[in-house]
C-alpha cells in the first residue's frame, strides 16, 4: 500500500466532500500545502467547490483528511442504527445476546471512538450513500458475535472487531460512486477498480487515521477467504487474521440476511465449499441457525414457465462446456506462458470444487422427482435447490470476472493467451 493509493486529489473523495459542504459546515483546520511547498488552502478556509479547484491537480504533502473539521455534533449515532437492526431483524438478537461486564455490543457501538479525521470519512459515506451507514452496524452487529462465538472473549478485542467493521468500506470513497452501486454486476475492468476499496480502506486505516494493525488487516483482509480465493491478495490458511476472517464471514452473511429465508439460506451458503471459510465459526452459526430455521418453506407450484427444471438443465450444459473448453484449450494452446497456464489451472481446479460441491447436493436429480412427490412434499427440496443455482451461478460468475480482469489488466500476456483466457472466462460466465 502506498500514499498514492489513497492520493488526496482523488476526484471522487473530492467530489464528495464538496457536496457534503452544502450541507454541513466544513473548513480546513491546518495549512494545506503541495509537496513543492508551496501552500495550497490557508488554515480556517470553508470547504467549497473553489478547494476542488485548487487542490484536485496537485499532489499534496500530507492526506487532506488529516486537515479537515467538520462543525456540529456527531450525527452518525450508530447505536440507534443498530436497535433499528436488533427490532427489524429479530434473529440478529440471537448472534448478539452477549455481555462481557457492562459492554454490550449496542453499549459498544454507543461508545466507539475514533480520531477526529474519521468523522469526515465516515459522514462523507453515509451523505453519498444513504445505505452505507446501515450495512456498516449490520457487518459490526454480524462480526461482534462472531467475535464473541470465537475464542477470544475481552473488551478490547471487541472494540478492535467494531472499529474495523464500522471502516470496512471505507475505501468505497475513492471509487467512482457508480461502480460502487454496481459492485455485483460489473465488467472485468471495472471490477478491477472496485476490488481495491479494501488496501485503499487499509491504507487510510493506518496513514490517516493512526489505527492498530489488527483494525487495518481486518479492513484489508474482509473480502478474502481460507481457500486462498478472495481478493485483493488471495491470502490462504494461517495468513489471514482473525479480525479478517471473522469480517470475511460477516460481510458474506450481510448480503444474505436481508433476502427472503435468510436462515436457511445463510446455512447452505457457508457450507456450500467447505474450507471457505474458518470451521468453528460456520459449526457456531449453525447451531445458532438451528432453532431458527423455517419449519416450512412455501414455494409455489411449477408453471409453465416455472424455470427450475429449466435452470438446473442449463447449469448441467453449462457445466459441460466448461470442461470441454478446458480441455481443449489445453490441447490446441500447448505453448500458452507459464503465466497463462498457472491462471488458467487455478481457475479450472476452483470450477472442479464448485461443480463437486453441486455434485454433492443432489440437485441434478430433483427434475426426476418430481414425478413421484408431490409438489407439497419437494417445495423445500425446491427452495434449497433455488439456493444452490444461485451460489453456482454467482461463484462461477465471480470466477470469470476475476479471469477476465486479470488477463486483461497483465500487459505481458501475448495475444493469443490473452484469448486463451477470455474464452475460458465465458465459458465459465455461460454456466452461471
Not at 480502506?201 to 479492513?219: D, H, Y
Not at 472442479?352 to 418430481?370: C, I, M, N, W, Y
Request: aromatic content about 6%.
Amino acid at each position: 500500500m502506498t500514499r498514492d493509493t489513497i492520493d488526496p486529489t482523488n476526484r471522487h473523495f473530492l467530489n464528495a466532500l464538496v457536496k457534503l459542504s452544502e450541507e454541513e459546515e466544513i473548513e480546513v483546520a491546518e495549512d494545506v500545502y503541495g509537496q513543492n511547498g508551496i501552500k495550497l488552502v490557508a488554515r480556517g478556509t470553508r470547504v467549497s467547490s473553489k478547494l476542488y479547484e485548487r487542490v484536485v491537480n496537485h499532489k499534496l504533502l500530507k492526506p487532506l483528511e488529516v486537515s479537515l473539521s467538520i462543525a456540529g455534533e456527531d450525527a452518525l449515532d450508530y447505536a440507534r442504527v443498530g436497535e433499528e437492526l436488533l427490532a427489524e431483524f429479530p434473529q440478529l438478537k440471537a448472534l448478539t445476546a452477549w455481555q462481557l461486564g457492562n459492554l454490550t455490543p449496542l453499549r459498544l457501538l454507543a461508545d466507539l471512538r475514533f480520531p477526529s479525521q474519521a468523522k469526515t470519512l465516515l459522514t462523507l459515506a453515509a451523505r453519498r450513500n444513504p445505505s452505507a451507514r446501515r450495512h456498516d452496524v449490520l457487518v459490526t452487529l454480524l462480526a461482534l458475535g462472531l467475535a464473541h462465538v470465537s475464542h477470544r472473549k475481552d473488551a478490547q478485542w471487541m472494540d478492535v472487531v467494531a472499529r474495523a467493521s464500522i471502516l470496512h468500506d471505507i475505501g468505497e470513497l475513492y471509487i467512482d460512486p457508480e461502480i460502487v452501486k454496481q459492485h455485483e454486476h460489473l465488467a472485468p475492468m471495472e471490477w478491477l477498480q472496485y476490488s481495491a476499496h479494501p488496501v485503499i480502506g487499509a491504507t487510510l486505516a493506518r496513514e490517516v487515521l493512526g489505527m492498530e494493525e489488527l483494525s487495518q488487516r481486518g479492513i484489508l483482509e474482509h473480502h478474502e477467504t481460507l481457500d486462498g480465493f478472495g481478493y485483493p491478495r488471495a491470502i490462504q490458511g494461517a495468513g489471514l487474521s482473525t479480525c479478517g476472517m471473522i469480517l470475511g464471514v460477516a460481510t458474506f452473511i450481510s448480503s444474505l440476511i436481508l433476502q427472503e429465508y435468510p436462515y436457511r439460506r445463510i446455512d447452505i451458503a457457508l457450507k456450500f465449499i467447505p474450507g471457505e471459510f474458518d470451521t468453528h465459526l460456520v459449526n457456531s452459526i449453525s447451531e445458532l441457525l438451528h432453532g431458527l430455521l423455517e419449519s416450512q418453506i412455501s414455494d409455489k407450484a411449477p408453471t409453465p414457465t416455472d424455470p427450475l427444471p429449466a435452470k438446473i438443465h442449463q447449469t448441467l450444459l453449462g457445466m459441460g462446456t466448461v470442461l470441454e473448453t478446458y480441455e481443449r484449450l489445453k490441447t490446441l494452446h500447448p505453448h500458452m506462458s507459464h503465466q497463462t497456464k498457472l491462471t488458467l489451472d487455478s481457475g479450472f481446479n476452483r470450477f472442479v470444487r464448485l461443480q463437486r460441491a453441486f455434485t454433492s447436493t443432489g440437485v441434478e436429480k430433483l427434475s426426476s422427482l418430481a414425478d413421484a412427490f408431490s409438489e407439497v412434499e419437494l417445495g423445500g427440496y425446491r427452495f434449497e435447490a433455488r439456493c444452490v443455482l444461485h451460489e453456482i451461478a454467482w461463484r462461477c460468475n465471480k470466477l470469470a470476472r476475476e479471469i477476465a480482469a486479470n488477463s486483461m489488466r497483465d500487459s505481458t500476456l501475448a495475444l493469443e493467451d490473452q484469448n486463451c483466457l477470455m474464452e475460458f472466462s465465458n465459458a465459465l460466465a455461460g454456466a452461471s
